[in-house]
């Protein structure tokens, strides 16, 4: 019968999202200091900017416009 697919669609729906959110723990805890998350590109673009201006490659040494060119 039709319900002999349940728990086949039970074990996919289980187990499929496994991988996105081991990938998104195992970068939450591996950013560098793991104090700041990016979780959306436009935060991502500002940690990167913070790093380009900081002038020693980290974005948590950032002290302010004195270091913008």
Avoid at 36 to 59: C, F, H, M, P
Wanted: proline letters at 4%; charged letters at 20%; hydrophobic letters at 35%.
């Amino acid at each position: 019968m039709w319900f002999k697919i349940l728990p086949g669609l039970a074990v996919m729906g289980t187990c499929l999202p496994i991988p996105g959110i081991a990938t998104a723990h195992i970068h939450r805890f591996s950013n560098g200091q793991g104090k700041k998350g990016a979780y959306y590109s436009s935060q991502w673009t500002l940690i990167e900017r913070d790093k380009r201006v900081s002038g020693v490659n980290r974005y948590y040494v950032s002290e302010g416009f004195e270091n913008v060119d």
